[in-house]
């Protein structure tokens, strides 16, 4: 272990986090859905916006320069695997993410709370509503100790923090709310996630009662150590520090830890915007995302961590969401699937063989413009690295393109249509 527990912070002149949240709202639908601008230190986010993610500093299978040519305008990394490998005091000396990676744009890094306890556990984010049948847990000593069918418990959390074992090697390592800190002001992004824990919905009530209590305690934590690093790291651009909203699926509990966290003050320390986290089903998505962004201040940023579904999107932005990340356009991209104006498809079908045309008519992503599904469908089939590099480009490009959409129907009043003849086109009836 290579960052140690730093003692409590003292800071210095308070109004700096306020200041330095840099979102202005430049549009609204009436309702909750809203329009945009994020500042940070390497270029404006317009918002909505969808943040691919590069987990180990990389979109798999893709350049960055090819990323910026799509039109991203930011990438998420993963604080928990950049630590293991090859380690935050690494990158740090590098220049820090964005120069690490020769990514010259914002970027974001997650506290590594979700893969410390998503690793742990076993379970995903975002389930269905077959969650109940299709992926059971097994329990040593009741619900609170669930694990995934298959899976083992990697991960054990305390008041103080969590004791993992590295996936990589089976070391054992430690995060606390300080490490987390020092760890992501190592990497050096625009924009970083307090430390929380991740729950799963096999947890009992009282259980969920009791991490949200260890997250908003974290939450402090995590402000204190944000602010003595910030005051001691003079030599790079502040880093905005976002907190996380957990709570599962109950109102009760997702509210309060929003106006916990909405009016956290640390010696004049506040949070520079939100992400909201958790396991949840998907129908719940949308109502889950506004009971959350009822209680937070209008005036800040939230961003969904983990969806990229073309419903999703509509509900979250619908809801009050900003920003958004997921690995599945990357990650299905790799295994054939392809996103369309009609629907999902999977190009390793024989229907693809003699389709000299591109993937999506009405794309204009590189691959769209210079490749046939023919094409594709044969490097697939013959097990050719460039699928993925192709497959990638159009999915990312997919999304991106999708919310940049969604975000001009936002400032020209129009985003009921677009919603309805996206979703309608896309699953064959309007959602």
Request: with cysteine; net charge negative; proline share 4%.
């Amino acid at each position: 272990m290579t960052a140690q527990p730093a003692p409590s912070a003292l800071t210095p002149e308070p109004a700096t986090s306020a200041r330095r949240s840099g979102f202005e709202i430049v549009a609204h639908d009436g309702e909750k859905a809203r329009a945009g601008v994020i500042t940070t230190p390497h270029g404006e986010i317009a918002t909505p916006a969808f943040v691919p993610v590069g987990t180990k500093a990389t979109v798999k299978a893709v350049l960055p320069e090819s990323m910026s040519d799509l039109g991203t305008q930011a990438l998420l990394a993963n604080a928990y695997h950049l630590y293991l490998q090859p380690g935050h005091d690494l990158v740090d000396e590098a220049g820090g993410l964005g120069a690490f990676m020769n990514w010259p744009g914002p970027t974001y890094t997650d506290s590594g709370g979700f893969q410390v306890m998503s690793l742990g556990a076993g379970f995903k984010k975002v389930l269905s509503s077959e969650f109940s049948g299709g992926e059971k847990a097994r329990t040593s000593s009741g619900e609170d100790d669930a694990v995934a069918e298959g899976k083992e418990r990697l991960a054990h959390v305390d008041d103080d923090g969590v004791t993992f074992r590295s996936f990589i090697n089976g070391d054992e390592h430690r995060f606390t709310p300080e490490i987390s800190m020092q760890i992501q002001h190592g990497l050096g992004a625009d924009i970083m996630f307090a430390f929380d824990e991740l729950t799963t919905l096999m947890n009992s009530r009282i259980y969920q009662e009791q991490a949200l209590e260890r997250t908003r305690l974290w939450a402090i934590r995590c402000l204190a150590e944000h602010a003595r690093l910030t005051a001691e790291r003079t030599h790079r651009p502040y880093q905005q520090l976002w907190g996380v909203i957990q709570g599962a699926q109950y109102e009760d509990l997702r509210r309060q830890a929003s106006r916990d966290l909405g009016a956290m003050d640390v010696d004049g320390w506040s949070f520079d915007g939100f992400g909201i986290g958790g396991a949840l089903e998907k129908e719940n998505l949308g109502t889950i995302v506004g009971w959350v962004t009822d209680e937070l201040p209008e005036a800040k940023p939230r961003h969904l961590l983990g969806i990229s579904e073309v419903d999703d999107l509509f509900v979250a932005i619908a809801a009050g969401a900003d920003t958004f990340d997921c690995v599945s356009p990357s990650r299905v991209a790799r295994n054939s699937a392809v996103y369309t104006s009609t629907g999902r498809v999977n190009l390793t079908g024989s229907k693809y063989r003699r389709q000299f045309a591109p993937i999506d008519e009405t794309c204009d992503c590189y691959t769209c413009t210079h490749y046939t599904a023919a094409y594709v469908h044969h490097l697939f089939r013959a097990k050719e690295m460039l699928s993925s590099t192709l497959c990638t480009i159009h999915n990312e490009r997919f999304v991106v393109r999708l919310v940049d959409r969604i975000r001009a129907s936002l400032i020209s009043g129009d985003f009921a249509a677009l919603r309805e003849e996206t979703t309608g086109a896309y699953y064959g009836s309007p959602r």
